[in-house]
Each structure stands twice: as structure tokens, then as C-alpha cells.
């Protein structure tokens, strides 16, 4: 069992940055695979950036490529979201989650947090 807890979100202008924090309580929690998603009003939950339990792999969505970054620190059950040249098009509620692989898809995660609201303004 993991439970997650999203920080770090809030207001900053386009051509920004933030940095989101995802803390895990559980002792399994290197065991697993993180993966950052967003949720848009009105629109699907989509797949941001992933990384592999051991830090080794990332994956990453093509329109925050070279912009975000995320990373992770076993030792402190914490994952991170990097978030450079902030666009618009970001503002979203942000939510963490583990699971098995660094998948793109939501339905690969079993464990989920509560969200942090990023907004991004012009």
C-alpha cells in the first residue's frame, strides 16, 4: 500500500517554473514505478513524464520534453516534477502515481494522490 501527497503547485506567469514534490508513505515505495499526470477542465487525464523505480529510465510526453524533468529520491520516499518555460497549456490539476512501469497510460498505475493545481497565466 502507498499513499501520495502532492505539493508545490500554485500561480506563476508563462515562462516560469515549479517544482512539484509527491511524498509516499510506505516502505515499498522504491519498489515502484512514478509517474506524473494532468488533468485539464474538461478534458482527459493524460500522462506527463515517468520514471522507473531505480531512477534509471524516465519517459515523458512530447510537448514537455526539454521543459520538465522528473526525478526521484528513494531515500526520501519523494518524487519531483520540474517544470521550466511554463506554458498556458499547462495549467492543470498535476497528480502522482505509482505503479509497475513507466507507462503512459493511466490504467497502469494502481496508486494515486489528491492533486495540486498549477496555473499558468499570460
Same mark, same amino acid.
Given at each position: 500500500?502507498?499513499?501520495?501527497?502532492?505539493?508545490?503547485?500554485?500561480?506563476?506567469? /508563462?515562462?516560469?517554473?515549479? #517544482?512539484?514534490?509527491?511524498?509516499?508513505?510506505? %516502505?515499498?515505495?522504491?519498489?515502484?514505478?512514478?509517474?506524473?499526470? #494532468?488533468?485539464?477542465?474538461? !478534458?482527459? %487525464?493524460?500522462?506527463?513524464? /515517468?520514471?522507473?523505480?531505480?531512477?534509471?529510465?524516465?519517459?515523458? !510526453?512530447?510537448?514537455? !520534453?526539454? %521543459?520538465?524533468?522528473?526525478? #526521484?529520491?528513494?531515500?526520501?520516499?519523494?518524487?519531483?516534477?520540474?517544470?521550466?518555460?511554463?506554458? %498556458?497549456?499547462?495549467?492543470?490539476?498535476?497528480?502522482? /502515481?505509482?505503479?509497475?512501469?513507466?507507462?503512459?497510460? #493511466?490504467? /497502469?498505475?494502481?496508486?494515486?494522490?489528491?492533486?495540486?493545481?498549477?496555473?499558468?497565466?499570460?
Amino acid at each position: 500500500q502507498v499513499q501520495l501527497v502532492e505539493s508545490g503547485g500554485g500561480l506563476v506567469q /508563462a515562462g516560469g517554473s515549479l #517544482r512539484l514534490s509527491c511524498a509516499a508513505s510506505g %516502505r515499498t515505495f522504491s519498489s515502484y514505478a512514478m509517474g506524473w499526470f #494532468r488533468q485539464a477542465p474538461g !478534458k482527459e %487525464r493524460e500522462f506527463v513524464a /515517468a520514471i522507473s523505480w531505480s531512477g534509471g529510465s524516465t519517459n515523458y !510526453k512530447d510537448s514537455v !520534453k526539454g %521543459r520538465f524533468t522528473i526525478s #526521484r529520491d528513494n531515500a526520501k520516499n519523494t518524487v519531483y516534477l520540474q517544470m521550466n518555460s511554463l506554458k %498556458r497549456e499547462d495549467t492543470a490539476v498535476y497528480y502522482c /502515481a505509482a505503479g509497475p512501469s513507466t507507462a503512459a497510460y #493511466r490504467y /497502469a498505475y494502481g496508486y494515486w494522490g489528491q492533486g495540486t493545481q498549477v496555473t499558468v497565466s499570460s
